[in-house]
Each structure stands twice: as structure tokens, then as C-alpha cells.
């Protein structure tokens, strides 16, 4: 018999939803795009830079905004074939700190509180922003392909409702440290954006780096059959000197150091593989191998 403490009452005419306590799998995503996200912004900056994800947290649209700072890059992203919208934020603090390591500063960034950014800081945000978008798709890539794109970028929230105030959301929250300073993104997920794929982010995650030997073998023989190899043939040299380059002209032969039943060395990546006479093959010029240079 289940006592009358237990018993919590639930009014059926309530749109409430229920975020699930545990999504291993968005989890696995998030701690994937913290790793990428910070791969790039380290390439790009020339900065050692600290990006690490924090569990996700469940509320409200209007409560969670809350936390936003004012001035900060918020933008509203598109997830397909994912419904609705979804915001990628970055701080107003981490914004500065960004643009103060890209034009080269060492001391305290500057962080807005009120106004806009200039055309050129807005422009270099949109940069970063886009990075870090392509970032995430990979990230979401293990589970379901994404094709995730910019709507619009704005500092206030109020210019980027994407669901009513009251709908509930999944925010995932990443820390951003460069030096001593530090700040915060923020990726708000809404829940009917993320429902029809509840029971995959809650399966267990398999990142792109732990795939199985089997598969990654097959992934390695597919990427080497796509790589393009140049080719290299000399037909041979000659050696003249400055009187002699001087006094060429047109219709002049230079004599070559090999002869023409000689067979020609063939280099991949600078280090001669095989060797083969010139020749046409269905009216383009060819190579034939005779035979292969023994390491």
C-alpha cells in the first residue's frame, strides 16, 4: 500500500512536460562539441582556452533566460530536420574575452553592458559563431545528422523568443576560461524541438572517437580510396649554362640525358614508386608501368 505522502497529485488539464533526469546521449554530445569547440577556438586564436559542458538543466523558456547577460551574441539556429529553433548563446563576458584575444589583448577585456557591437566585432562574432556551429553538427553527428544553419543573430532576448515563455527547454551550459577570465555558453534546446528523439538522447553515447576497430578499418580503407596522390614523370634534364640559356630561342632542341626507349622514373610524395614509358592511351598522354621500385 503506497502511503498518502507519496501520492503527488498531477492536474490532467496541465501542459507541464517532464525532462527526463539522465540523457546519457546529449551527455556524450555536449562533452563532444566542448572538445571540438575547443580544437577550433585554440586553432583559430592562438590561445590556450578552456571549454568544458556542465550537466543540462531543465526549466522554463523565460526563467532560463534569465541567466543571459545583457549585450551578449545570442543566435537563433535551426537544427534540420529537427522542428522549431533552437539559441546558441555566448555571453556578453565571453564575447570579450574573444575579441580580446583576436585583436591581440593581454589584459582585461571589455565587456558591454549596454549599446551594440561595431561592424567589424560583429563580423568576427559571426565568424566564431559559425565555427562553432559546424562543431556542433559534428558533435550531433554520431547521433542524428543535422544540418544546423544561422538564422539571426541579436543581443537582446526579447528580439529571440522562439517558444512562449512558458514552454520548457533544455538548456546545456559550457564554461569558457581564457587566462582568468571566464564566461559562459549556453545551447537551449526546447522540448518539442528534442521529443521525437528523446529515446536516442537517452540511450547510452557512442562518440565518433569509439567506434569499433572493425568499423573504424573500414572507415580508414574508404578515406585512403578518396585521398588523390600526385604523380610525378621526368622525362629528363639537361644541364646548360647561363651563354647557352641566353641564346635559345624558338625551335630550338635541347638534348635530355635519357634516351627515348629509356624508362621513366615515376615519384609519389618526392620518392620514386615505379617506373614506365610514355606514351597516348585513348588520346591522352600515359604512363605505363614496367616495373616496381624495390625499397
Known sequence: MVGSSEIQPYDLTSEKRFIPRRMLTLDGVNKEFARLARRSLVASLRRDIDFTSRPFEGGEFSEVVKRVPTCSNINVIRMSPLVGQALFVISANVVGILLNAIFGGTGRPSIKTSGTYTQIETRLIRVIVNNMLEELATAWGSVLPLGISL?????????????????????????????????????????????????????????????????????????????????????????????????????????????????????????????????????????????????
Open 151 to 295: 538564422v539571426k543573430a541579436e543581443i537582446a532576448v526579447q528580439h529571440a523568443m522562439i517558444v512562449a515563455p512558458t514552454e520548457v527547454v533544455v538548456a546545456c551550459p559550457f564554461d569558457v576560461k581564457i587566462g582568468n577570465d571566464m564566461g559562459e555558453c549556453l545551447l537551449l534546446l526546447p522540448y518539442p524541438t528534442i521529443e521525437p528523439i528523446l529515446g536516442k538522447l537517452t540511450a547510452r553515447f557512442t562518440s565518433i572517437q569509439q567506434i569499433t576497430n572493425g568499423d573504424r578499418t573500414g572507415v580508414t580503407e574508404q578515406q585512403i580510396r578518396d585521398c588523390s596522390v600526385s604523380v610525378v614523370a621526368d622525362i629528363g634534364s639537361a644541364v646548360l649554362g647561363m651563354l647557352e640559356l641566353s641564346r635559345l630561342s624558338v625551335g630550338d632542341v635541347v638534348m635530355l640525358d635519357t634516351c627515348v626507349s629509356d624508362s621513366l622514373e615515376l615519384r609519389l610524395g618526392g620518392k620514386a614508386k615505379f617506373y614506365g614509358r610514355p606514351g597516348l592511351h585513348r588520346g591522352n598522354r600515359a604512363m605505363q608501368i614496367t616495373s616496381i621500385v624495390k625499397d
